[in-house]
């Protein structure tokens, strides 16, 4: 009878542990789900760059590029189309979705999340960590970080997209970051837009023009006072 309540308390710790473990990393998101923001709408799209280093295992989908484009946004569920180009040359795409706030999937988190917010990076669960300023597509951007020993992904923090990951496995390394996107502009050299440059380099250029008009005037008229008082002498 000790044996068979010692086997059902094990049974029951066995279920009821990892109960616990996974309600308490879904409590933050649970706790939040009203408040979950969506930063993306239809119309924005980015693509995503692959490099590889090693042997990564076969079962790895092997991309040049990815492309994900926002067909659609209603509450929390956000309809994109995926389009990849792979190694071998061949092209493929599909329409998926996502459900942001959602810990099942780490493509598109809420917007506006912090540190210690719960996340999914690929593979298992982890919490935002750190949050920095980081440059993806030309622009300063404010981006979140979340990471485990074999993962380290970024996501940018206004629109909840990941704009960078690092997987590293065994004899293998696979980086991915975005390299092209709509959903905000490139603020150029130094941070500053490009009209902004050209508004300088306009203005400076006529500070220029107008100082060498100066001293231009300022020399002829030297030579005329000089050659009046010339004539004054010579008479």
């Known amino acids: 009878m000790e044996d068979r309540t010692n086997r059902g308390a094990t049974a029951f710790n066995g279920v009821m542990i990892p109960l616990v473990v996974f309600l308490l990393f879904c409590f ?3 706790a939040s789900a009203k408040n979950v923001a969506v930063g993306v709408k239809i119309g924005d799209w980015k693509k995503t760059s692959y490099t590889y280093t090693g042997s990564p295992p076969s079962d790895h989908l092997r991309f040049i590029w990815v492309k994900l484009e926002v067909l659609n946004v209603t509450g929390t569920s956000v309809t994109a189309r995926l389009t990849a180009l792979f190694l071998n040359g061949t092209e493929a795409n599909e329409t998926v979705d996502f459900t ?12 506006n999340s912090t540190v210690g917010d719960a996340v999914l990076v690929p593979g298992s669960g982890a919490f935002i960590s750190e949050e920095s300023n980081r440059t993806y597509c030309g622009a300063i ?13 970024f996501w940018d923090k206004q629109t909840g997209i990941i704009v960078q990951s690092s997987e590293h496995g065994d004899g293998y390394t696979i980086d991915a970051v975005i390299t092209e996107t709509n959903m905000w502009s490139s603020t150029g050299f130094f941070g500053l837009d490009w009209w902004l440059w050209l508004s ?5 250029a006529a500070v220029v023009a107008s100082t060498i008009v ?8 030297s030579k005329s006072t000089a050659r009046a008082e010339s004539q004054k002498k010579e008479l």
Do not use: F
């Open 28 to 30: 933050p998101l649970i």
């Open 100 to 111: 942001v706030g959602s810990i099942m999937q780490s493509e598109i988190i809420p917007a």
């Open 141 to 153: 951007r404010p981006v979140l970080m979340a990471a485990r020993s074999d993962n380290v992904t």
């Open 200 to 204: 300088i380099a306009c203005a400076v």
């Open 214 to 221: 100066l001293l231009l005037l300022r020399r002829r008229k």
